[in-house]
């Protein structure tokens, strides 16, 4: 990616595409999640990915003229590489062998939900509105009809440990989210998510061969499919996913571009249904029904 930005309004194609990108590749990388860890360990499996997408994507930048991260941002960015790859990811590789890829990308949804409760209760940047506190309550409430251990939806819910994981790695993005304002990091966007990604794939295969992953993983047993959703995961889901959504926040909305939030959740449970063999029953479509509507509600209220 050039370290310039673009001023002239691109063509209507080319934002259609990197919607298109942003919409369905990255909806996507949640069932190529799911197939990699049925065979890969998935610290191990999540590590790989990201030491090679950060590598590629700080060798590019390098290429085209960024400067690489100071030692200081390289600290920052291996801070928010702790809660973004080695909590959220870590955790969410390691839930999506307990619970179904589309379930996974709902909970990961309720992200603003638990950012708009961190700058309410902690950062108070945010007012709590009677909108506000109904579209948290809407959240809250489909996250419950996910795992309401209940025979009456007709699904089984989700896996108790897997729902925690997710929900703790959801709280952990939302607390990165904050700390990046404040913390100092590259200016190139891109380099200071590649320093990000290597660091954190760094952290993540550290954290794997101390829970005893390497042990019990031997690459020539994986099958082809898994070595695809790898690769996969690096290339479309890290590097041109990652590229096309920098791109759009140059040349479109915040509010626009952050609707891949609502359009990922159904992306993923679609794929999980048709190709993944996972349920989409009443407590799946209900639950994912209200977290999007809450989502959608809180991440266009106005700021106070």
Known sequence: MPATIETAKPATWRVLLAFSIIYFVWGS???????????????LLAGMRFVLAGAILYLWMRASGAPSPTVREWKSASIIAVLIFVLDYGLLFWAERRVPSGIAAV???TIPVFMALFEILLLRTQRLTLRLGLALAIGICGVAVLVKRTPSFGEMPVDTAGAI????????????????????????????????MLSGGVMLTAVSGALGEFGGFHPQQVSR???????????????LAFTAYVWLIHH????????YAYVNPVVAVAL?????????????????????????????????
Not at 172 to 182: D, F, M, Y
Not at 228 to 239: F, P, Q
Not at 252 to 259: A, L, Q
């Open 29 to 43: 990388t949640f069932l190529a999640i799911r197939v990699g860890v049925r065979e890969v360990p998935p610290f």
């Open 107 to 109: 909970m990961m949804a």
């Open 165 to 196: 994981a997710l929900v703790v790695a959801a709280i952990s993005w939302s607390v990165s989210s904050a700390l990046t304002r404040k913390l100092p990091l590259p200016a190139s966007k891109p380099m200071s998510s590649a320093a990000q």
């Open 225 to 239: 499919g898994a070595w695809i959703a790898l690769a996969y995961l690096i290339a479309a889901g890290s590097i």
């Open 252 to 259: 479109e909305s915040p509010t626009k571009v952050g609707t």
């Open 272 to 304: 999980g249904y048709f190709f993944g063999g996972e349920d989409a029953g009443p407590r799946t479509l209900i639950g994912t029904l209200l977290v999007l509507v809450s989502v959608i509600v809180i991440t266009t209220s106005p700021k106070k």
